[in-house]
């Protein structure tokens, strides 16, 4: 049986969040999906009161407040952004991230802070460049890349995440056991109408990763080359 937190704390404001967080072993909770999955040594900190739960949309980015829930998201994109563009492919790959259950559960900020290997999600990220608004307690800007490739995970509470909105093309393919297993390998991609065809990929390292070799190598209009790219990243 999982060991219970230490304490449990539900903050009404972000300044009291970031205090309760400075203690030795306090953990912020989202929607509990990895947290609670397992034994927790100290207190907890929910931040469901936050209001961190909001989307805003400008005309060239869209900004998701970190305890939002996949379903919530998906739902926001599906009643507000159209079926084209980053929606179409942000709705592919939250789809593909677990059950129903889970995407009730799970936040966006909780995705990205576990750094899953095999998020579909957290690739599409990679491809649309998004950002991430840290809180520690200044408030700082780091891309979604830098956050992944660090060895350990970035300090700081994921607050924000900023995805540059533009038209567009994406799609992700995997290779699973089964349609409902998480995949072995995937990769997606997203072809700006102004620019050129980004890729990631998950099941190839520790964390999803751009193939930034292979991206150049099509850019260049060398397909075998960007194969030859793409396998050597494995």
Known sequence: MPKKPDAYYRPETLPEA??????????????GTSLLAG?????????????LNQVQQTQDQLRVGATLTLAKLSQWLAENAGPTGPAELLQQVIHLAGPNTYRHAATLGGVIASRLPDSELLAALLVLEAALELQTPELATRSLADYLMAAERPSGLITHVVIPWGNGRGVS??????PADYPIVSVTGWQPDSANLRLAATGIAARPVRLTAAEAALAAGNTMTAVQAAQSAC
Do not use: H, K, M, Y
């Not at 034994?39 to 209001?51: H, I, R, T």
């Not at 393919?173 to 089964?178: D, G, L, N, W, Y």
């Open 18 to 31: 970031l205090r309760l967080l400075s203690q030795p072993n306090a953990l912020p909770l989202g929607g």
């Open 39 to 51: 034994d927790v040594d100290g207190a907890v900190v929910d931040l469901q009161a936050l209001g």
């Open 173 to 178: 393919e995997r290779i699973a056991r089964t």
